[in-house]
């Protein structure tokens, strides 16, 4: 009745006595759902964000997620293995991780997942924290030298001037 054990038929198989047989129905596809979230001061939560997916390597499938979108793909073969791979937005500050079945994260765009029975979820989050401008970089170093240099000659000049005075 716990349907443990798998009876396999065959034309050699015979049966001498009454038997109770069970089924157990084992589905031989599933669904993957795919979310978005975006998150960060400067995040742009209207932003589509691109994605494309393979199953086993087959013909790549193209759509968008914006932020709280959800995509399905329905009809995965149990067992078999799906790439999702977001497009790389690092040039635009987002850093992308994902997270499968609320798992721990991983800081990459690309993920590849083994399709099993039950919850098949992959969530990408894209990161772009606000980075306060400051002005300073080691490349003006030498130019805020000789802004100090002539910062210090001018009130040297006037100390002067105003002793004279």
């Known amino acids: 009745e716990e349907c443990t054990k798998k009876v396999a038929f065959n034309t050699n198989t015979t049966i001498t006595e009454n038997t109770t047989f069970y089924g157990k129905y084992v589905p031989i596809t599933t669904s993957v759902t795919i979310t978005k979230k975006v998150t960060g001061g400067l995040?742009?939560?209207t932003k589509d964000f691109a994605f494309t997916y393979t199953i086993n390597g087959g013909e790549p499938q193209s759509?968008?997620?914006?932020?709280?979108?959800?995509?399905?793909v329905a009809n995965v073969p149990i067992g078999s293995t799906i790439t999702i791979t977001e497009e790389d937005y690092s040039n635009q500050?987002?850093?992308t991780s994902y997270k499968v079945n609320d798992g721990q994260?991983?800081?990459e765009n690309c993920?590849?997942?083994r399709v099993s029975e039950g919850k098949n979820q992959v969530e990408f989050i894209n990161n772009k924290n606000v980075t306060p401008d400051t002005g300073l970089y080691l490349t003006s170093w030498p130019y805020l030298m000789m802004l100090a240099l002539a910062a210090g000659g001018a009130l040297v000049f006037f100390m002067r001037r105003r002793r004279r005075s």
């Open 63 to 72: 759509f968008t997620l914006q932020h709280d979108g959800t995509h399905t």
């Open 105 to 107: 994260s991983t800081t």
């Open 111 to 113: 993920a590849q997942i």
């Open 43 to 45: 995040g742009d939560r």
């Open 93 to 95: 500050g987002y850093i």
